[in-house]
């Protein structure tokens, strides 16, 4: 059995970007998008036989994904909308999102504009992940003393 790696896909990609190419039967896109179909399948199979324990939000919502057909955005904006704003609400990226569809990054740029959806930035995802942080530290009784020594903060 073949072994699929990141390493390999980014050789297959070079400098072109598949996610953003409009160049009808494009070799380099197609080799990329079957070499990632198969490491996303060697990756599933996997997360099931290897490791054990629960998946984030985040690979949830990119299993989601990873299992959806489909024709054009429209088909997408119509069908699968509730799988966007979850991939969306849980901080998937387009790219991240494209590369599970198989599709280019426009056409899901376009899905989400039309969803009035944006992708959150880094920022966005680092202060939500501080917010639940905190939240657990008050929940399970830390003092604010207590808090600002466990983040390694000053008082």
Known sequence: MMKYTTKELTRIQGTHDPYNCEIINCDVCARFWSYARGLRQQSSEEGQTGRKGKLNEK????????????????????????????????????REIAFELDCRGSQIAKALDNLKLKPKTKAQLKLEKYRKQLKAMVQAGYSIKGMTKALGKKD
């Open 59 to 94: 690979q949830q919502a990119l299993k989601v994904l990873s299992k959806i057909k489909f024709t054009n955005v429209s088909d997408l904006i119509n069908k699968y909308s509730i799988a966007l704003r979850t991939a969306i609400k849980v901080g998937c990226s387009i």
